[in-house]
């Protein structure tokens, strides 16, 4: 027995037991075990997670609705798209009996507000939305409304999403911004960009009608037909600014055109008898109410006079193409390659500033993009549903059930993309073709594949692969820039990917820039280095296309001087194979016209010795 110790020294047996009777000691000792099992039964199970609460589902937050009753006192508040989308959009909710504001482009206050009341790790589209509408709210409070009545008189419609992205998270982090701004109760009206023309928002006083998402579709393309035809014309326009002050014309032109639509009523225009007929039964009424409505506000008379209007607004541009500038197409996650503000360093503006071309993506592309991803699920969920074995008849039946499904959701995607494809380019005809078309999804698809597959998803999928290699295989441009934020996921994948594509595809110039890692003037410098070989290789472009024609430059710009429609930005300048400069194929396209005019080559002068024009000179 080791000394100093009595048999009564048990580690099981208390002080208070020690020394008494045999019971007592025997008590205790029972106790203090079973004290000490249960503390080690529950120090397991709370290691194993056992004695954790049972979950409870996450489901969104109650909030009070917005009702019809309130449609007249409400400000329905946007934001997130480009200034001339969000007018047009406006616009078209006045038209359905809305209150509308735009949130102002959102700066680097507003990122910084967002990072205030938002939450850590947020990407920078996220930062910068919700930043914009919580200084917007503030600001509005600073002009002497109280909180009550912003909460009560505004509410915030935007799309949401769902998916391996942030993008799906950002109506949580608008209410907790919103909460920890002090707007409590603040109203977000959603709707799944994926759903297509099933999109509900939920709310009696946002019902998505028929006026409503045909205007839609009218602001959508003609915003992104005159974003485009911006920037295919204001490198080249002679007086700076005339572009961005005729297009401010053109837009208030159609912004007041959309305000003023209204739903058309089909017994106003059909005969009684006929449509006594035609609305008896709920299907033909609907269908011959939706046809009516599609053709008045796609293809009647109020948008060929309107875009007629345009037109003449845009013609009193004067541009001269042959100014040598390289053609860069961005791309990237989406809200960073389209925003034009300070959330992708105002990249935009500052290409143009450096001389170069800017193709941006038409919103419209993200559309396409959207249902031609339905359509391949559609395609690859195809016989899921056809059991393996059974009866035959039973397998016959599922069979020819399936395809048939699959049939009917195939020629409706098709047909969706058929009238959205039709009438964009219609819409680009409206314009002289200047504004591009929209590129095939299945091109770009293919061209991704092996690389990306079409069906990954989160952020724009295989597009950013599939737009490198189409535009630098199509020579379309000679310099691709993706923009994106900081730790994008799918941005980050695709830049892994890249690296590949530069490998495998011939003069691949990509340069990708994270628009919240590095700092503006870091960001700016990058572009310029990749900038000048680009710069390069449209000016060796150029020289081989006007020695190709075997003219002088002199020769070629008098015939320009003596004919003014070619100073036109409505002209049409034909694209020829494998050159992407707009000045390169407007020189060949000008020879060619030389070659056929024998009246004026009769009379012509012999040409003097002339020096191309650089990027940013202005030649008389």
Known sequence: MTAGRTEDSSPFVTPEYAGGTDSRRNTGTEVEI??????????????????????????????????????????????????????????????????????????????????????????????????????????????????????????????????????????????????????????????????????????????????????????????????????????????????????????????????????????????????????????????????????????????????RACRDRLAV???????????????????????????????????????????VDPLSTWLMYLLRQEHARVLDRRGVSVPRGGPLGVRLKAKTSDELRTLWKRMAFSAGNAIYRHRYHRLCRALGDVPHHLVDQEALAKAAHAFYHSLARGGEGHLEVGKNIYYHAQASAHMVLSLKPFGCMPSTQSDGVQSTVAARVKNVLFLPIETAAEGELHAHSRVQMVLAEARERAEEEFDRALASTGKKLNEIRRYVDDHPELRSPFHHVPASPGVAGVAANFALHVSQLINRDRAWRSRRVPAQPGLRPSANQQVP
Not at 186 to 209: C, W
Request: proline share 5%.
């Open 317 to 359: 541009i004067e541009v001269d193409r042959l100014r040598v500038k390289p053609i860069v197409k961005i791309t990237g996650e989406f809200w960073a390659q389209s925003t034009e503000g300070d959330g992708n360093f105002r990249m935009f503006e500052f290409l143009e500033r450096e001389g170069a071309h800017v193709i």
């Open 34 to 307: 079973a004290r000490r099992l249960a503390e080690a039964r529950d120090r397991l199970q709370r290691r194993a997670h056992l004695a954790d609460p049972p979950p409870t589902h996450y489901r969104r937050e109650q909030e009070r609705p917005f009702t019809a009753e309130e449609r007249d006192r409400v400000t329905i508040l946007i934001g997130g798209l480009t200034a001339r989308h969000e007018q047009l959009i406006q616009a078209i909710l006045e038209a359905c009996g809305h209150h509308c504001q735009p949130l102002p482009q959102p700066d680097l206050t507003a990122c910084l507000v967002g990072k205030q009341y938002g939450n850590n790790g947020l990407c920078n589209p996220a930062y910068f939305t919700v930043g914009a509408l919580v200084k917007y709210l503030q600001q509005l409070e600073s002009t002497g409304i109280s909180r009550q009545d912003i909460v009560d008189r505004y509410v915030f419609f935007t799309a949401a999403s769902c998916g391996p992205c942030r993008f799906g998270m950002y109506e949580g982090e608008f209410r907790l911004a919103l909460r920890n701004a002090g707007f409590e109760g603040f109203r977000i009206l959603t709707f799944q960009q994926n759903d297509g023309v099933k999109a509900n928002t939920g709310e009696s006083g946002l019902k998505l009608s028929l006026l409503l998402g045909l205007g839609a579709l009218n602001a959508f393309q003609t915003a992104d037909i005159l974003n485009d035809f911006s920037y295919a014309v204001r490198p080249y326009e002679v007086v700076p600014g005339s572009t961005n002050r005729q297009l401010e014309e053109a837009m208030t032109l159609l912004a007041d055109d959309f305000r003023a639509r209204h739903h058309l009523k089909p017994d106003t225009r059909l005969p009684a008898w006929l449509w006594k007929r035609v609305s008896a039964k709920k299907v033909p009424r609907q269908t011959t109410e939706v046809l009516m409505n599609m053709r008045e506000h796609l293809y009647g008379p109020l948008m060929k006079n309107v875009m």
